[in-house]
T-cell receptor, first 116, second 109 residues
Framework: GAVVSQHPSWVICKSGTSVKIECRSL??????MFWYRQFPKQSLMLMAT?????????EQGVEKDKFLINHASLTLSTLTVTSAHPEDSSFYIC????????????FGPGTRLLVL | GQNIDQPTEMTATEGAIVQINCTYQ??????LFWYQQHAGEAPTFLSY??LDGLEEKGRFSSFLSRSKGYSYLLLKELQMKDSASYLC??????????WGAGTKLIIKP
């Protein structure tokens, strides 16, 4: 199956700093990428959907100025958590899908963020 | 509104069979997915059903009834490594995945 990578796999930062998470599709062109957040013992929560070359669509309740998403190429999307606070500590997971298989999302391994 | 329901937690014995149910109400339907998620890891794909009936893949099978808005994941010959959360997700008319809260499966020796 297709491979999606995320970097970094985990990050610890101080409150008030910004953190960038990269999501790459390694062997296919991802026309759409999804960013999820998952708190302990809870299910995945979709934060935003991004299509290559256009602005991301954010889910209700997700601050677009705080969670900046860029999908500049068909293989890379980035999520930047700006001015991170302890409540932003979570497991961030991206998934990607190509144009040929709209029913299939391939998940990255996730990035664990801890804000002190 | 859109809704996916599945049990919060189930317990089963190693070597036995367990069935995890999922009911859904969504805006449109473009298939139902089952994912396995071990603690601290991203979900991994198990199955995809878009037509009614049973799909068998090794020890795991998934069933779908679109008229009833119902699916189940059947796990046979349970192994300790099957202890994980099992997520049911439905793809709606916009090809967005609507996720259930997940069922935590505990396997006991």
């Amino acid at each position: 199956g297709a491979v999606v990578s995320q970097h970094p796999s985990w990050v610890i930062c101080k409150s008030g700093t910004s953190v960038k998470i990269e999501c790459r599709s390694l062997d296919f062109q991802a026309t759409t990428m999804f960013w999820y957040r998952q708190f302990p013992k809870q299910s995945l929560m979709l934060m935003a959907t991004s299509n290559e070359g256009s602005k991301a669509t954010y889910e209700q309740g997700v601050e677009k100025d705080k969670f900046l998403i860029n999908h500049a190429s068909l293989t890379l999307s980035t999520l930047t958590v700006t001015s991170a606070h302890p409540e932003d500590s979570s497991f961030y997971i991206c998934s990607a899908r190509g144009a040929a298989e709209v029913e299939t999302q391939y998940f990255g391994p996730g990035t664990r963020l801890l804000v002190l | 509104g859109q809704n996916i329901d599945q049990p919060t937690e189930m317990t089963a014995t190693e070597g036995a069979i367990v069935q995890i149910n999922c009911t859904y109400q969504t805006s449109g339907f473009n298939g139902l997915f089952w994912y396995q998620q071990h603690a601290g890891e991203a979900p991994t794909f198990l199955s995809y059903n878009v037509l009614d009936g049973l799909e068998e893949k090794g020890r795991f099978s998934s069933f779908l009834s679109r008229s009833k808005g119902y699916s189940y994941l059947l796990l046979k010959e349970l192994q300790m490594k099957d202890s994980a959360s099992y997520l049911c997700a439905v793809m709606d008319s916009n090809y967005q995945l609507i996720w259930g809260a997940g069922t935590k499966l505990i396997i006991k020796p």
